[in-house]
């Protein structure tokens, strides 16, 4: 399906299943169009940056599941949990997820803009103290949130621990002591389902608005981003 441009002058960019049929191959537009435009799912609600397979192949949920992240050249094994909540719960918890990093943290902004598709740039920033990094992302909460072609990590590589809110709007924390990340989704009554399935698992579609282009160059700016 490529890249769908709409009058709206959003952009949609999908991400279909390696070697598979897509789900949305076939449909009308007015099917396609009636599909993005619901954002709840039962209790759930999207942001605007993604939406799932047209067959519903994950049903968008909150909780949070334990996991292993392998790194393919070293073979070092990172425990990892992935986490996803409500839309106007979101980022706060992604917020209160900093606070077990420290005082002081390193900063790494992806960006999909003007990209082909599945390409990413990282623009990096060491040694932001962590109250300045929250309240400069505060001022960017709507980019955050529903530019589906912003994500962001912060991290404290002398512990080491990681947070990414990613493209897809998840929450993923790295490091050998996840417990004070769990503790923190505990707090925001979220709970772990080994069951959880997330919609990076499966087919989906990201989101973008133009304007969103130069409020990622606004939050760029604010965070003294080098490539």
């Known amino acids: 399906m490529g890249f769908l441009k709409r009058r709206d002058r ?38 605007d940056a993604i939406r799932p397979a047209f067959n519903l192949a994950v049903v968008p949920s909150a909780g949070w599941r334990k996991n292993v ?6 073979g070092i094994k990172v425990p990892v949990v992935m986490a996803s909540q409500t839309r106007h719960k979101l980022f706060e918890l992604f917020l209160d997820l900093l606070d077990p990093l420290g005082a002081e ?8 803009h003007n990209l ?20 400069i992302l505060a001022d960017y909460e709507d ?20 947070v990414q809110f990613d493209e897809h709007k998840q929450l993923i924390m790295y490091g050998h002591d996840l417990e004070p990340f769990i503790d923190v989704l505990h707090s925001h009554d979220l709970y772990q389902s080994e069951t959880l399935r997330f919609m990076s698992e499966a087919e989906h579609i990201h989101s973008s608005l133009e304007e969103h282009v130069g409020e990622f160059e606004g939050l760029v700016y604010r965070l003294g981003l080098e490539s």
């Open 116 to 135: 082909e598709h599945e390409a990413h740039q990282d623009l990096y920033r060491e040694h932001i103290e962590l109250p300045v990094l929250q309240s």
């Open 10 to 47: 959003q952009t949609y960019r999908d991400s279909a299943p390696a070697g598979g049929k897509s789900s949305f191959q076939g449909i009308s537009s007015a099917q396609l169009d009636e599909h993005l435009s619901v954002s709840r799912y039962g209790s759930f609600v999207l942001t």
């Open 143 to 162: 980019l955050l949130l529903h530019d589906g072609c912003t994500g962001i990590a912060v991290l404290n590589s002398r512990v080491p621990m990681e």
């Open 69 to 74: 992240y392998e790194d393919t050249e070293t």
């Open 105 to 112: 943290v390193d900063v790494v902004l992806e960006t999909s």
